[in-house]
């Protein structure tokens, strides 16, 4: 029996309109990647997706060692950290 192949996701268009300077950074990056600019925008956002998710995972482990933290320090210190997260700096 002949092993299924993986069925790749049809792309899908979408229009979009980029802020003047973020598009010459586009361009650059292409140019300088030898990769179409469409290429390079998946490639980005794919990235961007990818750091958004490990920066939920991280911060859901943060939430759960502050939940199991006992020391008054660890717990100060760990409310703190989880602050930035939601805050920033």
Not at 17 to 39: C, D, F, I, Y
Not at 51 to 60: H, I, R
């Amino acid at each position: 029996m002949p092993s299924a192949k993986p069925r790749l996701s049809r792309p899908v268009r979408r229009s979009v309109s980029l802020p003047g300077e973020v598009a010459k950074q586009v361009n650059t990056l292409a140019k300088r990647r030898r990769l179409s600019e469409n290429r390079l925008l998946v490639e980005l956002i794919e990235q961007g997706i990818e750091a958004g998710k490990q920066k939920e995972n991280a911060f859901f482990e943060l939430a759960e060692r502050f939940r199991a933290a006992n020391d008054p320090k660890e717990v100060k210190q760990l409310g703190e950290q989880m602050g930035r997260f939601v805050f920033g700096e």
